[in-house]
């Protein structure tokens, strides 16, 4: 038996939402219905069990700097710590990296035409533990392994939807090669609309949001197209995360069935969306 | 590439209100947002807090990206390279919340600008684009 990704999952990664979960404000009216979108979605993680998550997201300024920023970058560690963000690490469990899955993906992602660049050793910001948070509450570890996947959308250009797609593609065949009986999922994070800077800041677009989750189902090939100044004009200067989402979806392979949705307006300045996608063969 | 890079950073000029981190200002901003970085670190944060002039002259700012910096004027910050993740940690610094810091961009007081997040956002209605107007 080969390893299998058998379910994507998209969620923004908002880092009020960490900062909710770990100050348990999750029962305020603020937060309440905000939260509640998730529960399904923990129900049904605790049966799925995933042994391995492939989880995308975007460093925000904190294990990457403006000297070096690469565009995909993999962890192959063994073990990735909750980075300081400027406040001290969230009081949350280490993340257990997966190397022999991680190195696995990296060397066929390399064969497969994608450089990617390799990390051993850096620490994970709310782009990837306030996902988890989402997905799995408070408990004292992670019940998977996870592979971080870092994306560039903080410096541009960022990848392309369509690179994106392509690589999330590339990542499930190089999963289906993994000699071991493991069940995989594979999450993209980020969005939805938001911007945080300048005088147009505070934009939401719950229109575009919901048509580009309606898509991920109904028309994914759309999403592959949509060039990067439509997110920007239409969704906010940090929407551009939502490529990230498509790496994801490309990963699934052609058909999915929606399991679960849940959009909510505002958390902090930004759209809250989450999807949950069964792969289909 | 089905766009030249010159067309495809030209777009970007044309969204109201909006600085896209583009090389330029990436490259404008550089010891800008390196600074910022340094105060990830709490020791430099003490530092910081006790002298913030005294710090600043340990790294190679533009006299113009020291008076914003000091001004807290983000929106200024942003014209001269500085990117948002990395001004977090100047306003995190300061004790400020994403909304709070966000806020002080958009000519709105923070109380105005929480309420018009709780009743759904900022349009994108008029602000998609300078030239079309839409």
Redesign the interface.
Known sequence: MMARITAGIGSSHI??LGVASDFDKTGEDYWRDCFAGYDWTKRWMAQQRPDVVILVYND???AF???FIPTFAIGCGERFRPA????GPRAVPDVIGHPDLAWHIAQCLVLDEFDMTIINEMDVDHGLTVPLSMMFGKPDAWPCRIIPLAVNV????PPTGNRCWLLGEAIARAVESFPEDINVQIWGTGGM?H????????????A?DNRFLDDLSADPQRLRRIP??EY????G??GIEMVMWLIMRGALGPRVRQLHRHYH??A??T?VGHIVLEKLT | MTQSIQD??A??ED?????????AR?RRG?WL??F??S??KPEN?DRWKADERAYLEDWPLSPEQKDAVLARD??RC?DLGG????L??VF??DGL???QA??T???MSVED?QA???A?????DG???IREGI
């Not at chain 1, 920007?232 to 969704?235: A, C, D, I, V």
């Not at chain 2, 759904?120 to 994108?124: A, E, I, K, L, M």
């Open positions: 880092p009020l925000h300024a904190s700097d403006m000297r300081d963000e400027g406040w903080v410096t541009y250009p609309s911007q945080l800077q300048g005088p147009r800041a505070g934009l939401i677009n719950k575009w990067h100044i920007l004009r239409e969704t200067s940090e307006v505002p902090s300045n759209a | 495809y950073l777009q970007f969204i109201p209100g909006t600085r896209v981190f583009t090389a990436a550089y947002n390196q910022a970085m105060l990830m944060r983000y929106n942003l990117n948002i993740y990395f977090a940690k995190s610094t919340s994403f909304l966000v806020s961009m958009t000519g600008y018009m997040m709780l759904g956002g900022r349009s994108p602000v998609r684009s």
